[in-house]
């Protein structure tokens, strides 16, 4: 069997690297087209810029929405554009609706991240609905508005040459543009010199046209998308990790999140700011409440499967509901905590205002000294206390639920769960009513009896406390072992 020639080989490799450069010629402009052609339509393409809505939706993508219309109803598990609520100046986010509140506002959320978004949004915030998704034909522009020059250079040298070779005819091709070259061909032979049948000038001619065209179609290319081309954001606090379809609904959230909330939570904090005086509600029940001094964003969060982080205390507090709320005569409340403190601390308690020395404080959880979890809800001086047997300041991060049943004969039963196990139960009051029927939830600081640690009535917790929680109800046995195996 005869080898093939170098000369065949060649004409290979042409071949390839032609058809190879035509078909992604044509697959660019294709989808420049498909993302430009409808704004004849009215409709708006934006350069997704930010992850928070991958993998269906990935930076670089031309997300394509049609106008909102001012009588269109929001379709909850939609992807929509609107302005940013959350941020003073104009950003434009791409996110799925997830919620329709009971004050008519909505929550969204971006698909990839860990909680929903933290300022609701309504009609009047919306921009767009969107409808399709152009993959990869914004990355130029994301490219060149940050800054990342390298791989801008290298797309635009390897695109350039793909022009340029996509022109070149292979053997056996006709001619194109056969009337423009009959033309350039008598008007080089008018001209040309005696002997000199043009060869050389209609190959610089050749290659200076195709370049010239070459570059002139990027540089349309890339200026028609920079200036036509919308940019969004989709990096915001989210709750699910979208499964494949790009524009329907999906209901996978993180482990701990999705446990969580699949019980309802009156408030959940996560504790995940990083900067900032304030701590956000993802359950979107409060505004973010107020914190004081000595804490510290940003230490290791407790949950393994879910990313954050937690808050460390030394003396500070954060107040959880700013405005006075009620509490039901049933609840419960979780928080994940990490001490070595042997000075005992407040970790999460019900009192009447949010300053550092409230006059009264009930439905408090304590660790004492020897770092036992102790619960009480205080009566004066007549108090009455659940307390585990065990110490839990070992440096290790534990989960720590307490709820508590409807009140009986002046007496309530309460229960503390330790990462996932029932550890102590009893009644949390010695008789009376409890003192504080409207106040502010709180952690790392605050009042307790004088003669529980007979050094004051201010307390404060020295650790990292995360992943707050209160509910409306006693949460069952199994509940609180499902939160805990989401960690």
Known sequence: MALPS????????????????????????????????????????????????????????????????????????????????????????????VELRDDHTYTTAGDANGATDVTPITPDDVEARAILLVPYVG??????????????????????????????????EPPKWTMRRLILDGLRRDTAAPGDGGTTTEGREGVLVRGGRSLAGLVAVCLVATTAF???????????????????????????????????????????????????????TYPNGPTSPSFQWGAPGALPRNPGTAMSFSGGRAILNNSAIGVPNAYSYELWFRTTSTSGGYLIGFENSTGANSGVADRT?????????????????????????????????????VTAAARSS?????????????????????????????????????????????????????????AVSIYDRVLSAARVRAHWDAR
């Open 6 to 97: 170098s000369q065949t080989t060649r004409e290979w490799a042409v071949f390839t690297v032609v058809v190879g450069s035509r078909v992604y010629r044509a697959m660019l402009l294709t989808l420049v087209a498909i993302a430009a052609a409808p704004m004849l339509l009215g409709w708006h393409p934006y350069v997704i810029k930010s992850g928070s809505m991958e993998p269906s939706i990935a930076v670089g993508d031309v997300a394509l929405g049609r106008p909102f219309a001012a009588d269109e109803k929001i379709a909850v598990g939609r992807v929509y554009m609107f302005d940013d609520p959350s941020v003073a100046e104009e950003r434009i986010l791409v996110h799925r609706v």
């Open 139 to 172: 990355l130029p522009v994301t490219w060149l508005q940050t800054g990342r020059w390298v791989p801008l250079g290298i797309w635009l040298a390897l695109t350039m040459a793909a022009f340029l070779l996509a022109t070149r005819n292979v053997d056996g």
């Open 230 to 284: 919308g940019t969004a954001n989709a990096a915001f606090s989210g709750t699910t990790r979208n499964s494949g379809n790009t524009f329907t609904a999906t209901s996978a959230l993180l482990p701990y999140v999705a446990a969580v909330l699949a019980d309802s939570p009156r408030g959940f904090w996560l504790l995940d700011e990083t900067s900032g005086t304030t701590v956000r509600d993802y359950s979107q």
């Open 365 to 401: 959880l304590l660790m004492t000294e020897s770092g036992q979890l102790i619960v009480g809800e205080w009566l004066g001086l007549s108090r009455g206390t659940v307390t585990t047997p065990r110490s839990y300041n070992d440096g290790q991060w534990h989960q720590v639920v």
């Open 410 to 466: 002046f007496r309530q039963a309460v229960t503390i769960y330790v990462d996932g196990q029932q550890v102590a139960s009893g009644s949390a009051t010695a008789g009376g009513t409890l003192l504080i029927s409207s106040g502010h939830w709180r952690i790392g600081e605050g009042n307790v009896d004088t003669n529980l640690f007979g050094t004051g009535t201010n307390v404060a917790f020295r650790g990292d406390l995360d």
